[in-house]
């Protein structure tokens, strides 16, 4: 059977460019690694790698059928210091933090374009 190593691009349409590439920048401490034109924007964390492109209409965002991004975090106890920081950065939080029934940790949040995103320690 053929295996992958893993989940480690995502591209997302967003109507607020700048603000989402603001908010996985400066809050969730991406990098910029190219922008070849002013409607996209390609971003990365370690191995990661997520691709911002301006969505041209409302049907092109609404047409986006992502559940949600998780970014993983490295203990439990941090989990809940991503959540405080978060709320001092004014980040619409949408589930406060809990622990789930397999041991793993995180709480969701929304970038500025609305697309959900776990901070989730995995045990």
């Given amino acids: 059977m053929l295996k992958t190593l893993g989940l480690r691009h995502v591209a997302l349409y967003v109507q607020k460019l700048e603000e989402c590439r603001d908010f996985y920048t400066e809050i969730l401490g991406m990098t910029i690694d190219w922008q070849p034109d002013p409607d996209n924007i390609y971003l990365s964390a370690h191995q990661d790698n997520l691709a911002l492109h301006r969505a ?36 619409k939080i949408l589930a406060k933090p809990k622990t789930h029934r397999d041991g793993t940790r995180s ?10 995103v776990q901070m989730i320690f995995l045990k």
């Fill in 56 to 91: 041209k209409t409302e049907t092109a965002a609404a047409g986006q059928r992502l559940d949600h991004l998780g970014f993983a975090i490295a203990n439990p106890e941090e989990v809940d210091e991503w959540h405080d920081f978060c709320v001092s950065k004014n980040v």
């Fill in 107 to 116: 709480f969701y949040c929304a970038d500025p374009d609305g697309t959900v």
